[in-house]
């Protein structure tokens, strides 16, 4: 797949972020590899501190990286934060921003964040076999939906968001308008 540019939310201009894309790298029965490029003034992002890999609530407070994955045919959803410290973060929905469950699969998603210059790379690989609900035989036939998106959040606390569409009103990455991206749910 191609890169795939994130929006700035209108009501969160952003100076410092300069664009953000996301390549879905590769859909396979259990895996998801996404690869997220952040450009602009590096230097002014308020990025936390490396940290173990581990389950963290709220990352989506300060800077983080972001995908939700829905189906065509039911209202539950997964949403995945990714942190620049490594740690993550995944939950399961029943419907929007109901019944939710934070889910600690095995293996965890694995984040790896580095810096080249103007730009933060970051490369998520998300084991979607260690999901319950995520599957080979529970995606097999079904169209995937997929919202992609990142929070930022500068050296002074101004947070902008990030997405590939964004639905009217404030910033909502649950939204069903937000997932923009399909996917045939026949991995091979």
């Known amino acids: 797949m191609h890169a795939t540019p994130l929006l700035c939310h209108p009501s969160t201009p952003d100076n410092i972020v300069t664009g953000i894309t996301v390549d879905v790298d590769s859909l396979t029965s259990d895996l998801l590899v996404l ?14 501190a490396q940290a173990a890999s581990k389950f ?10 972001e995908a939700f994955i829905g189906f065509g045919d039911s ?29 600690n699969p095995l293996p965890p998603p694995r984040v790896i964040v580095r810096r080249h ?44 968001y990030w997405a590939l569409a964004h639905p009217p009103g404030k910033p909502d990455f649950h939204h069903r308008d937000g997932f923009a991206l399909r996917l045939a749910g026949d991995p091979a």
């Open 75 to 103: 209202d539950a959803y997964f949403e995945f934060n990714f942190s620049p410290s490594s740690q993550w973060a995944v939950y399961r929905f029943g419907g929007y921003r109901q019944n939710v469950t934070s889910l």
């Open 35 to 48: 690869d997220y490029r952040i450009r602009g003034d590096i230097d002014r992002l308020q990025l936390p």
């Open 117 to 160: 210059g103007d730009e933060l790379e970051a490369d998520v690989d998300i084991h979607l076999g260690a999901i319950p609900g995520l599957t080979a035989s529970e995606i097999e036939g079904r169209e995937l939906r997929l919202a992609l998106s990142a929070v930022m959040q500068s050296d002074q606390g101004v947070i902008s």
């Open 56 to 65: 963290q609530d709220l990352l989506w407070q300060q800077t983080c990286l």
